[in-house]
């Protein structure tokens, strides 16, 4: 047996008869093809750009739960084939896949946000199938870090967390909000509605607060947290419209505190039909202005929106006009920042698709105020899949990425990172992992006089772990050793 296959499963709509499908196992880029009898791997870039046009669906490992294991095995010709697991004919091997069908063992969400020359990193791990969450802090531009806190899991609540269903951070004046979707037993994937931590005294102590949504029939997840003018912003989805009939479709909401989370308003529906799975990013203006980068729905392009200070949502436009349509759920949101250009401000976005003539990463810019943009302008190849943006002091933009590497043969991820001065023009890209592990969802922050990029990479046992760089320039690349919070016994 060369490995087992874990969160896997095609969701039932996808399987047809000769048709083509990616999926990642341990964060590696597999074709699968031939009714699911057969599996390649793709060994060349051009390979991958033709697996990409084939993709029916992509199916993101961390975000399903397995229905049924599979497991890889080598036939006498050396050819790789699925089979039941139930074919199995040695307990210890089906103790094993037992093992391995539940979620990624190590760290399974990040989060990452800064305030007053801090930063605090929120981790989310799994340690023998036990989910925990830690929070550290730096305040010397991630040089060093405080001793790891464990964030209390209330025991009746429980946590549902990946990456790219992360449990999220904000420092909200004197407070520290974390906020995640709880596990409910028996649910669709666990899901369950939030739950909401505070602490008033920089992680030492914590107590459970009411969450900002109002209703709690059902789950809530891919949220968003910003703290701008000294209001709290949330935004998330859930399925509260018992009317909702569009498939991987949920509702996108949003609430807002004026007592660091303590208390929230009632409950806003932004927009009532978007795409089901795709994390939220909301950033706020000088203006007090709320802008929130969500994925729609019919097509499944990219939109933003804004919330105007006075708590009145407006759409505001289509972020790359793809018009991608997709039934399923891509689990990829997008990245957004605020760059101040004189009087005037631009947004620019990184947005991903994979429409089949179009895949890949995607910056775009504009000059007014979100209602229109420019020409998408593409990052990385067409395997770039997950992205983040964010301005240093100097104004420069950065752009992080993952996507298959070119120089490893076997589906292996990894990130990457370019910057501009305007967006117009970007440098070429530079690799910031290393071979031997595949690594994915990076984040990146702007700290001091430079930037820190954090990502999750899984290593060929498919443990996951974090890994940290930090630049002061893209001269001088300088490798910051992970905090204590990326390790497990």
């Known amino acids: 047996m060369r490995n087992i296959v874990s969160h896997s499963t095609v969701p039932w709509p996808a399987r047809r008869q000769g048709a083509f499908y990616t999926f990642f196992v341990n964060n590696r880029v597999y074709l699968w093809k031939n009714n699911m009898t057969s599996l390649g791997i793709s060994t060349s870039r051009k390979s991958f750009f033709n697996l990409f046009s ?24 050396g050819k790789k084939t699925l089979e039941s697991l139930n074919l199995a004919t040695s307990k210890d091997q089906k103790k094993d896949a037992d093992k391995m069908s539940h979620k990624a063992e190590g760290v399974i969400s990040l989060d990452v946000t800064a305030s007053n020359n801090k930063i605090y990193l929120l981790l989310g791990k799994n340690i023998k199938g036990q989910t925990s969450l830690w929070l550290q802090i730096s305040n010397n531009n991630a040089a060093s870090w405080s001793r790891e806190t464990e964030i209390p899991i209330p025991t009746a609540s429980g946590a549902t967390i990946s990456r790219g269903s992360d449990a999220r951070i904000v420092k909200a004046g004197k407070s520290i909000i974390v906020l995640w979707m709880s596990h409910v037993e028996g649910a669709r994937f666990g899901s369950g509605p939030m739950v909401a931590m505070r602490s ?7 107590e459970q607060v009411q969450g900002p949504a109002d209703w709690m029939n059902g789950p809530h997840g891919f949220f968003s947290l910003t703290y701008s003018r000294n209001i709290l912003h949330a935004t998330w989805l859930d399925k509260r419209d018992p009317q909702l009939s569009t498939p991987g479709s949920q509702g996108l909401r949003y609430a807002y505190s004026q007592d660091e989370g303590k208390t929230w308003s009632s409950n806003m529906t932004l927009d009532d039909v978007v795409c089901a799975c795709c994390w939220t990013k909301s950033l706020g203006d000088k203006n007090g202005n709320l802008y929130v980068l969500y994925r729609d729905k019919q097509p499944s392009d990219m939109a933003i929106g804004v919330v105007s200070s006075k708590h009145t949502w407006s759409r505001l436009s289509t972020v790359g006009k793809f018009d991608w349509e997709f039934s399923g759920c891509p689990h990829i949101g997008g990245g957004l920042v605020i760059k101040q250009n004189g009087s005037k401000e631009e947004l620019h976005a990184i947005i991903g698709t994979r429409k089949q003539e179009a895949a890949g990463i995607y910056h775009l810019m504009s000059q007014d105020s979100g209602k229109y943009w420019s020409a998408p302008m593409q990052l ?22 993952d996507m298959v590497d070119p120089e490893t043969k076997d589906g292996s991820m990894a990130i990457f990172l370019s910057h501009s001065n305007n967006g117009r023009k970007w440098q070429s890209q530079i690799k910031l992992s290393y071979k031997g592990s595949s690594a994915s969802h990076p984040r990146i922050i702007a700290q001091g006089a430079g930037v820190v990029v954090l990502w999750t ?22 490798r910051s050793i992970p905090p204590a919070a990326a390790t497990f016994q």
């Open 54 to 77: 084939l993709t029916v669906a992509t199916i993101f490992i961390n975000n399903f739960p397995v229905h049924a294991e599979e497991k890889i095995s080598d036939n006498q010709e």
């Open 200 to 206: 008033l005294d920089e992680g030492k102590s914590w």
């Open 380 to 401: 990385g190849d067409s395997s770039a899949t997950h992205g983040d943006i964010t301005i240093d002091q100097t104004g420069k933009i950065y752009a992080v990425w």
């Open 457 to 478: 990479e899984k290593d060929n046992h498919g443990v996951s772990a974090l890994n940290l760089f930090k630049f002061n320039d893209l001269k001088e690349r300088l």
